[in-house]
């Protein structure tokens, strides 16, 4: 579980519905119609601009929002540097047992194709490949989860126009203005609210956890590829330093 999504939720939406609360009260908010606008609207555009089994995919993507477990790479090169040595002491082969105690589907399957005597050219085109893929998903996941941003506020203007022409029409009951008036101000409230608290936030979350686990998969990348071409652990550990900032770099001898 992601401790700062979850802290600011609750900060967010508990500030924002802290100060709704008072000098009146929270019902003067709630607005069915409203709701319905910005939230049907909002997901009848998505619908509409991008393909279903997009959409059903970005789900499995959105989970990386509250629950993203990363890979430590300070282990991964303390992992890294351990096999090189091996490889070099008994020969790449001597890694098969090590295999199994890597969790990473990713770093296993780089290590794997790498005992297996796929060529360096192959392994690095393959695991290269494997990572555009993996961007390209978390790539459209943040970008739909931006688009639910910029469709919110816009149905939200949508459901400001239908309550003005609601009150407009009827001018000549002053009971009815008063609703008519409530769901065209409600509206862009909801629009506004979702779009900044929730689909946009969530669209940059995703951005920054693409970034970390790519840089970590290239990190993989870069080791594998070094202890097939025999690289000395201490040569390889300084070049897979250079992926983390100095502050986190801890050395292996």
């Given amino acids: 579980m992601d401790i700062s999504t979850i802290l600011g939720i609750i900060v967010g939406f508990g500030l924002v519905i802290g100060a709704m609360s008072m000098g009146g009260g929270l019902g003067w908010f709630l607005n069915v119609p ?26 499995k993507v959105a989970k990386n929002v509250f629950f993203q477990k990363e890979l430590d790479a300070e282990m991964v090169i303390k992992t890294l540097v351990e096999m090189s040595r091996i490889a070099r002491r008994d020969g790449i082969l001597a890694l098969e047992d090590k295999v199994g105690d890597i969790k990473d589907p990713f770093f296993a399957k780089g290590m794997t194709s790498m005992i297996d005597g796929v060529e360096p050219a192959v392994l690095s085109r393959i695991l290269n490949t494997e990572l555009e893929y993996i961007s390209e998903r978390h790539r459209l996941g943040a970008e739909i989860f931006t688009a639910m941003g910029n469709f919110a506020p816009a149905m939200g203007m949508v459901g400001t126009l239908i309550g003005l022409i609601k009150m407009l029409v ?84």
């Avoid at 250079?242 to 770099?249: D, L, N, Q």
């Fill in 34 to 59: 409203s709701a319905m606008i910005v939230m049907g609207g909002t997901l009848g555009a998505v619908l509409i601009n991008y393909p279903m089994s997009d959409i059903f995919g970005v789900t």
């Fill in 170 to 253: 009827q001018m000549d009951d002053p009971s009815s203005i008063g609703p008519a008036m409530a769901v065209a101000l409600v509206t862009t409230f909801y629009g506004v609210l979702l779009a900044n608290l929730v689909f946009l936030p969530a669209a940059g979350k995703l951005k920054t956890r693409s970034n970390s686990e790519l840089m970590q998969k290239q990190l993989i990348i870069s080791g594998v590829l070094s202890i097939q071409s025999g690289d000395n652990p201490r040569v390889l550990e300084d070049k897979l330093h250079s992926f983390i900032p100095p502050k986190k770099r801890k050395s292996v001898f």
